[in-house]
């Protein structure tokens, strides 16, 4: 089975704190985006069927190869690079489903809901376990965090995942967001960026 694109839900504290819920480590949890939902082009046409968007910057990780079961100290073997990209979320959609123990999907997953920036690879990057994670709205600084504050770390997330997923060269994991999410408006520039990695700049059309 083919996971395409999973997003780790609630990886870092302060994050899950602010959406209502206990920040102790417990079982990751994933929901999935299509891959079709990706998204380079540096703008985010506003969506259908909602009044509150919100951003969420995140880690991007590209894997290179894959399998079943694999192990924690392989898990890195497995990721050609890294980069960044925004979980644009429909959160009143998303709030209804949860209220009525639905799938998210209608609230994450609709057309060109993952923006996302340039992937650079390992031999470049290295494997970032640490670094500021940060976006900016209208220059405003709305989320700031750290790498090593995730709950669940990127060979954990590979590990878990591949226990349930067949996991695929070309697959996307992105690794959950800091806390400061929030609504943006037609006109808002997003300006996204991590550590070593650049910045991821959109355009909410």
């Known amino acids: 089975m083919r996971i395409e694109?999973?997003?780790i839900g609630r990886n870092y504290a302060a994050h899950a704190v602010e959406m209502g819920h206990?920040?102790?480590?417990?079982a990751p949890f994933f929901f999935q985006k299509n891959s079709s939902n990706l998204d380079p082009s540096g703008e985010?046409?506003?969506p259908d069927k909602t009044s509150d968007v919100h951003h969420e910057v995140e880690l991007v990780v590209a894997l290179k190869s894959g399998g079943t079961n694999i192990p924690l100290g392989k898990a890195l073997d497995h990721v050609w690079g890294y980069g960044i990209g925004l979980d644009m979320?429909?959160?009143d959609l998303q709030g209804e489903a949860k209220k009525l123990g639905r799938p998210w999907e209608i609230?994450?997953?609709?057309?060109?809901?993952?923006?996302?920036g340039p992937l650079r690879p390992v031999s470049e990057t290295g494997h970032p376990s640490q670094g500021r994670v940060e976006l900016k709205v209208n220059g405003d600084v709305r989320q700031e965090g750290d790498?090593?504050?995730m709950i669940w770390k990127v060979p954990e997330m590979i590990s878990y995942l591949s226990e349930y997923f067949e996991l695929a060269p070309g697959d996307i994991i992105m690794s959950g967001t800091?806390?400061?999410?929030?609504?943006?408006?037609?006109?808002?520039?997003?300006?996204a960026s991590?550590?070593?990695?650049?910045?991821?700049?959109?355009?909410?059309?």
Not at 22 to 26: F, I, K, L
Not at 178 to 191: A, N
Not at 194 to 205: A, S
């Open 5 to 7: 694109e999973a997003i």
């Open 22 to 26: 206990d920040p102790d480590r417990e």
């Open 44 to 46: 985010f046409p506003y």
């Open 89 to 91: 979320t429909r959160r």
């Open 107 to 116: 609230g994450k997953a609709f057309e060109r809901s993952a923006p996302v």
């Open 147 to 149: 790498l090593n504050q």
């Open 178 to 191: 800091p806390s400061g999410v929030g609504p943006v408006v037609k006109g808002d520039s997003m300006e």
């Open 194 to 205: 991590i550590d070593g990695l650049g910045t991821l700049t959109v355009r909410v059309v």
